[in-house]
């Protein structure tokens, strides 16, 4: 980092830095998730013997807290403890993942392409590179989870800055800006599924596309990509400082020619694979198509092919970089590779099964589902009717906290679309403005929630420059974002309001428009 790079508030540093030593001073992320459901155990207890509970906005049904603290949750904790942990959702990506990408990074495929990368990209590019990588990565489901943000994190110590701030950035990215792209992602066509079935409570015939938003994610993109940039210039990398760790940098010596023909066969290979890709989802009869909905490109390709196409791309690409480039001796290169690769997942696993355990039990109580129905009962209560800016940015801040509750953003939308859009049908307002407000506050707290499913695994990443890396580390690192991007994001929403633009194609701001 340059000398000359300003510097943070004295205020803000000292806020950030009571928010980490805080933190920090808690007990280890995986004992600190143990605590939690332990906790959430006791909660339940409570909220049940109080009589807490809700109607469900759509069904009327009444929701319960329901107690773990009797027999019959000690045995489901019992009987499902393993389950839980198997089919916790980042699991299996992110070990699948990884095995491909190990064979990438072993033959050397990884560091070459670092190397191309920051050789032949100005300086000043490379925040907004990897911020707009990672909203982009968004396409491919979860990988920008497991490659793009640990890969942001080496190419910025490549070019001697923080590595945690290229990991910052990168986390800013795919997490923050979720609800930004450039493309139609799977989330855009769950998210229009379920607001097209709160619509049809109003309007039996109301349609609501994946393009709902469209527009409006688009024109986000940039304001995710500029936002992440200026945080991690002017607030992030001042207050990181010089890194000191001892995990060196990948040199940046100009390629070899057994590196550039390695890189060759590599391209090769993935042009191959991409035209294996269109040529499945492409064609109506494509061998990638979900049979299901034969006639939506948006939905052509099952989403459960991804992560094996992942390590099908990771290991290919490694292994034709390594035939090429000739760091391939024999078997013992790839399996070796893999095998290192498990090696380093030993802490995450820990995390991992703690923190599973906590989300399952935070779920089976009802507790977020019957926090997020009472928050929005609080907000539908304030009677701004007639004041569509103000009742807009009230949901943006309520999905935002209860984001902090339940982690994944179809769950939530199914609670609470069913209050919102009809109640806001009812007004005028399309329910293509009410999904966009909740999705501007679903993404600005991804990146400080515990509760994210990725959060132990970002902790992780970060233990790999600086071994004393906390849950606090990374929530006082990635709160200036969060806070950003709620004020731009809000603002920006806003001005859409005002200047009456449609959101996406055929999506109007208000109803008979």
């Known amino acids: 980092m340059s000398e000359s790079a300003p510097t943070p508030p004295r205020l803000l540093s000292r806020v950030l830095g009571t928010v980490e030593r805080v933190g920090n001073a808690l007990p280890e992320p995986a004992t600190l998730f143990a605590i939690m459901a332990l906790g959430t155990l006791l909660l339940s207890g409570i ?7 809700v109607a469900h906005p759509a069904t009327g049904e009444i929701i319960p807290a329901i107690s773990l603290l009797n027999l019959a949750g000690f045995q489901r904790i019992v009987q499902e403890m393993v389950h839980v942990f198997v089919n916790f959702h980042p699991l299996g990506v992110v070990i699948v993942c990884l095995l491909g990408i190990a064979v990438s990074e072993r033959t050397g495929l990884i560091g070459a392409a670092v190397r191309a990368l920051v050789l032949s990209t100005p300086r000043a590019w490379v925040t907004p590179i990897v911020v707009l990588a990672g909203v982009l990565s968004n ?4 990988v920008g989870y497991v490659l793009l943000i640990p890969l942001a994190a080496t190419i910025f110590h490549a070019v001697g800055r923080h590595p945690i701030a290229g990991l910052a950035a990168g986390f800013a990215g795919v997490s923050g800006g979720f609800s930004a792209n450039l493309l139609i992602s799977a989330i855009d066509v769950i998210l229009a599924g379920l607001s097209q079935e709160a619509a049809n409570l109003i309007d039996p015939n109301y349609v609501v596309t994946g393009l709902a938003n469209y527009y409006f994610i688009f024109v986000s993109t940039f304001i995710v990509v500029g936002i992440g940039t200026w945080v991690t210039h002017r607030i992030v990398e001042p207050r990181l400082g010089t890194y000191g760790g001892s995990v060196e940098p990948e040199a940046l010596k ?8 390695g890189l060759w066969f590599a391209a090769i290979f993935m042009v191959i694979s991409a035209g294996l890709l269109v040529a499945g989802v492409v064609p109506a009869d494509g061998f990638l198509r979900n049979p299901t909905y034969p006639d939506l490109m948006m939905r052509a390709l099952p ?5 094996p196409f992942l390590f099908v791309l990771g290991f290919g690409n490694g292994f034709a970089y390594g035939i090429g480039a000739r760091t391939i001796k024999s078997d013992r290169d790839i399996v070796g590779g893999m095998n290192d690769a498990m ?9 991992a099964f703690f923190a599973s355990q906590f989300i399952a039990f935070f779920n089976w109580t009802n507790l977020g589902l019957i926090f997020a129905v009472k928050g929005a009962g609080a907000l539908q209560a304030l009677g701004l009717d007639d004041w569509p800016i103000p009742m807009m940015v009230g949901l943006v801040l309520l999905a935002a906290v209860i984001n902090l509750l339940v982690g994944s953003a179809s769950a939530k939308w199914a609670l609470i679309a069913p209050i919102f859009v009809p109640m806001f049908m009812l007004l005028g307002f399309s329910p293509e403005l009410v999904q966009a407000a909740y999705r501007v506050g679903d993404s600005v707290t991804n990146i400080v929630t515990p509760l994210m499913a990725y959060f132990p695994l970002i902790i992780t990443f970060a233990r790999k420059y600086d071994p004393d890396t906390g849950m606090g580390t990374i929530i006082a690192t990635m709160l200036p974002y969060s806070f950003a991007l709620m004020i731009a994001w809000t603002i920006m929403l806003a001005i859409w309001i005002m200047t009456g633009l449609p959101l996406g194609p055929n999506a109007p701001l208000y109803l008979n428009s």
């Open 47 to 53: 909220a049940e013997a109080i009589g807490l509970a």
């Open 139 to 142: 396409i491919g489901a979860d």
């Open 254 to 261: 100009p390629l070899e020619a057994a590196e550039k023909r």
């Open 303 to 307: 989403f459960s092919y991804l992560v």
């Open 343 to 351: 090696g380093t997942l030993g802490a995450y696993l820990v995390l």
